[in-house]
């Protein structure tokens, strides 16, 4: 058995679990490098990542550079003597960094690679109306999710998922896939599988404003599959057209009807209680969003307080 001395790095609520994880089966952390604090809010308090909190929380040595390649960094960071660096939704590493301790630096990622690559696989995955995704390990190279697996995991996509419920059984599948990627590693038992960067790949493109628009000419499959895969972060947006007034609106639930209709796309048909745009093939019915400026709500309390005109629709 191998004596390990791990750096974890990660950043956000989904690399806490697998912290947690190693902290609990009492792995020897050296340290725990994560992003600078960043002033939010309206009174531009510093904030503090989710890593660095829980990292503190437990006493464990926390560092926070703003740049990977400075000497002072890479200095401290080789003083801590760490043989394996584990990665879970940080940055992009330079060569100096990964290729440091003897035993490599892995990395989890959140779709089932070579697929999905990118900056957003959970999303992407919805997005395209897949019916299952996972989590992998591998060794990190030159490229961006390109290196040798190590190991891999597969969840089911239900059909009603959204991109926060996926997300957190990713975690927590991820936690455990990283726990029996470190067991082999400590057994030098891991054989790895290169990926192929052949055939038609799917990738996790970075999420923006343009493509998280609404598009109500697609089908209404991909309609809905958009809203889920981007519900409740960052949202699928919309630009609404009510009489004389344009605002955006965030859509964060909906469900799809398969029905004949003899309306154009994007018109809005309410009644007290239902919200429903007309697409191509039926409706999507829209039951939580969030009007520019307003607070989210559902489409019974919307409706409430909010008349439609007659030829209102989304665009």
């Known amino acids: 058995m191998k004596d390990l001395r791990i750096v974890f790095m990660g950043t956000p609520d989904f690399a806490v679990a697998t912290l947690k994880t190693l902290v609990e089966h009492n792995y020897t952390i050296v340290g725990v490098?994560?992003?600078p604090d960043k002033p939010a809010g309206r009174g531009r308090k510093l904030n503090e990542s989710a890593v660095k909190?829980?990292?503190?929380?437990?006493?464990?040595?926390?560092?926070?550079?703003?740049?990977?390649?400075?000497?002072?960094?890479?200095?401290?960071?080789?003083?801590?003597?760490?043989?394996?660096?584990?990665?879970?939704?940080?940055?992009?590493?330079?060569?100096?960094?990964?290729?440091?301790?003897?035993?490599?630096?892995?990395?989890?990622h959140a779709s089932l690679l070579p697929n999905y690559r990118g900056a957003a696989p959970i999303n992407w995955a919805i997005i395209n109306g897949e019916t299952?995704?996972?989590v992998s390990t591998f060794f990190i190279d030159e490229k961006i999710d390109t290196g040798a697996m190590i190991l891999q995991k597969d969840i089911a996509i239900t059909p009603e998922e959204n991109v926060g419920t996926l997300h957190d059984k990713l975690m927590h599948l991820g936690s455990h896939l990283v726990?029996?990627?470190?067991?082999?590693?400590?057994k030098g038992e891991v054989n790895t599988t290169p990926q192929t960067q052949e055939?038609?790949?799917?990738?996790?493109?970075?999420?923006?404003?343009?493509?998280?628009?609404?598009?109500?000419?697609?089908?209404?499959?991909?309609?809905?599959?958009?809203?889920?895969?981007?519900?409740?972060?960052?949202?699928?947006?919309s630009t609404l057209v009510n009489g004389e007034d344009l605002s955006s609106v965030k859509v964060y639930a909906a469900e799809k009807e398969v029905a004949e209709h003899p309306?154009?796309?994007?018109?809005?048909?309410?009644?007290?209680?239902?919200?429903?745009?007309?697409?191509?093939?039926?409706?999507?019915?829209?039951?939580?969003?969030?009007?520019?400026?307003?607070?989210?709500m559902d489409a019974p309390a919307l409706l409430n307080g909010y008349g439609f005109n007659e030829n209102a629709e989304m665009r």
């Not at 940055?91 to 630096?105: C, E, H, I, N």
């Not at 919200?275 to 009007?291: D, N, R």
Request: charged share 20%; hydrophobic share 40%.
């Open 132 to 134: 299952k995704t996972g």
């Open 33 to 35: 490098i994560t992003a």
């Open 263 to 296: 309306y154009n796309t994007g018109k809005i048909i309410t009644s007290k209680k239902t919200l429903k745009v007309a697409v191509k093939g039926g409706y999507i019915s829209i039951l939580k969003l969030k009007l520019a400026g307003k607070k989210l």
């Open 53 to 108: 909190k829980y990292a503190t929380s437990k006493g464990l040595n926390v560092l926070q550079p703003t740049n990977l390649k400075d000497t002072s960094f890479l200095d401290t960071l080789k003083a801590l003597n760490a043989n394996l660096q584990i990665v879970v939704a940080f940055r992009m590493l330079p060569k100096v960094v990964w290729q440091m301790p003897a035993y490599g630096t892995f990395n989890l």
């Open 199 to 237: 055939g038609n790949l799917k990738t996790a493109y970075k999420l923006n404003k343009d493509n998280c628009k609404i598009d109500w000419n697609a089908t209404l499959e991909d309609i809905h599959n958009k809203i889920r895969g981007l519900s409740p972060y960052p949202a699928a947006w």
């Open 179 to 186: 726990l029996e990627t470190v067991s082999l590693i400590e």
